[in-house]
């Protein structure tokens, strides 16, 4: 057959949940199209069943994701950029398509996130001692304070960084131990779901990462008011529906992290971690009875 007659092979995305790639269980889709209206793909519209089936789904990985090593979550975040670097040029592809951008600046930004993935690696099991630690106290005990990841955290993506706003609101949350629920981008969801692929294939649990694709607005509402997740990221929120989600979220006391001007393309610092992190503080008695040094 020559090329002349070969039908192009058009790719079918799917969700990420559970570590697998089910359609949307409405069966809905909505058509994606470039930066000039140019059709793209169908992406599967998630319902707000999609969404619970995240949520029970990420609590299912919290414990055996929370229980890992730091220094293990930071090979797995490594492996992601890694796995990244080998499918550099489908990323390319559809983030020029995505966010009308050319090939050259499009390569730029998806050498960026993976750049991203592997900054976040390397604090892995550095945060601990840059916000734990052993506090002074007037008495004879140690006094040590640890951080702890909250849980699930519903995360919505930015709307207009497809890719490296995706990873900046995703790699914070996983590496400090969270699961997290990830509403993509409405109008450009085709490198998160493609991103899914490439965390099944990266040793990241199933579960740890849920990517949904839809309608932002109606994702997030159930996700808000859902009393098993414990934070949400109004990253892709505008200030309308920021503001209803964070008086859903008020119900069950979730953390919340508001919506701001950022430049993903900065280095970031680490509040995206310690936004999402609880501190546990342990007393334990020294032995030392008094000031004059007696002890048991």
Do not use: C
Not at 52 to 75: C, E, H, L, M, P
Not at 80 to 93: C, D, I, N, Y
Not at 118 to 132: L, R
Not at 274 to 280: D, V
């Amino acid at each position: 057959m020559s090329d002349a007659t070969r039908l192009s092979v058009f790719k079918t995305y799917k969700l990420y949940v559970g570590g697998k790639f089910p359609r949307s269980e409405s069966g809905r889709v909505y058509e994606v199209t470039d930066s000039k209206g140019n059709w793209l793909a169908n992406a599967p519209q998630s319902s707000r069943k999609d969404a619970r089936d995240a949520v029970v789904a990420a609590r299912k990985a919290f414990g055996g994701w929370s229980g890992a090593t730091a220094y293990n979550r930071g090979q797995v975040l490594y492996r992601v950029a890694e796995m990244l670097e080998g499918r550099k040029e489908q990323f390319v592809r559809e983030v020029a398509e995505a966010e009308g951008l050319s090939k050259a600046k499009a390569s730029a930004v998806v050498d960026a996130a993976i750049d991203r993935w592997v900054w976040y690696a390397g604090w892995t099991d550095k945060i601990a001692q840059v916000v734990g630690g052993a506090n002074p106290v007037a008495g004879p005990y140690f006094n040590l304070s640890s951080p702890e990841p909250t849980g699930v955290v519903a995360v919505l993506a930015p709307q207009d960084s497809s890719f490296l706003g995706l990873v900046s609101v995703i790699a914070p949350v996983i590496a400090t131990g969270n699961t997290a629920v990830v509403i993509a981008s409405a109008k450009a969801p085709l490198p998160a779901l493609s991103l899914g692929e490439v965390l099944a294939t990266s040793d990241v649990p199933g579960g740890v990462v849920n990517i949904l694709s839809g309608s932002t607005a109606e994702l997030a509402a159930p996700l808000a008011a859902h009393q098993d997740v414990n934070a949400i990221d109004l990253a892709g929120a505008d200030a309308e529906l920021a503001k209803e989600l964070e008086i859903a979220a008020a119900d069950n006391l979730k953390r919340v992290l508001r919506p701001q001007p950022v430049d993903h393309a900065a280095t970031p610092g680490i509040d995206r971690m310690t936004a999402f992190l609880e501190t546990k503080t342990v007393w334990h008695p020294t032995g030392a009875l008094g000031a004059s040094g007696s002890s048991y």
